[in-house]
């Protein structure tokens, strides 16, 4: 019973006996809790007290843990912020290593381009001197060929057949002697 139905338990017992209060029966009663109480007491104090000095020690651990846990958490939140500076710092960095790699690289392909523009350039010279040069002495092939026959026709036609014999054979001789000595060159 709580303290309120106690009280009116009493107040309807009074009532009951023509609105006199029974002081045996509130006595009675009173003894009976007084005694209640006290077995309660003694028997309940040690164990009561025992529960509340476990439950004092259990919620100072669960703190103390609380605590450890909330220490443990910042450290690693101020692990990780350095961390994430470091990273950030180290992405900055790689960005610019890229940066500057790429432009080495882009000067190299520059360099090397302009090496290969130049050694075609030099070989298309060569290629026009060697191709002009042999142009050349085709043309004088074909002038001394053309020399030649125009020569033939010229003496067959103003010498005798022995002259004409002896001239063509020295003749054809010097310009084969010149021709061999142009394709050696």
């Known amino acids: 019973m709580t303290e309120f139905g106690i009280i009116n338990f009493l107040l309807t017992a009074a009532a009951e006996h023509q609105n006199e209060f029974n002081w045996s029966f509130a006595s009675q009663h009173a003894v009976n809790l007084l005694i209640l109480l006290l077995v309660l007491v003694y028997f309940m104090k040690t164990p009561v007290k025992n529960f509340l000095v476990e439950r004092r020690n259990s919620i100072g651990h669960e703190i103390d843990v609380a605590e450890k846990t909330i220490t443990e958490a910042r450290a690693r939140y101020d692990e990780y912020s350095k961390r994430l500076d470091g990273i ?95 394709s050696q060159h």
Do not use: C, P, Y
């Not at 690289?105 to 075609?120: Q, T």
């Not at 030649?148 to 054979?169: N, P, Q, T, Y």
């Open 88 to 182: 950030e710092k180290e992405i900055g960095s790689i960005k610019e290593s890229l940066r500057t790699q790429g432009e080495k690289e882009r000067d190299e392909i520059l360099r090397v381009a302009n090496a290969a523009s130049e050694n075609m350039k030099k070989e298309a010279a060569d290629s026009i001197t060697f191709q002009t040069e042999r142009a050349k002495r085709e043309i004088r092939s074909e002038v001394a060929d053309l020399a030649l026959a125009h020569a033939r026709s010229l003496i067959a036609g103003s010498l005798g057949a022995a002259d004409r014999e002896k001239m063509i054979s020295d003749f054809t001789k010097n310009i084969e002697d010149e021709k061999w000595h142009q």
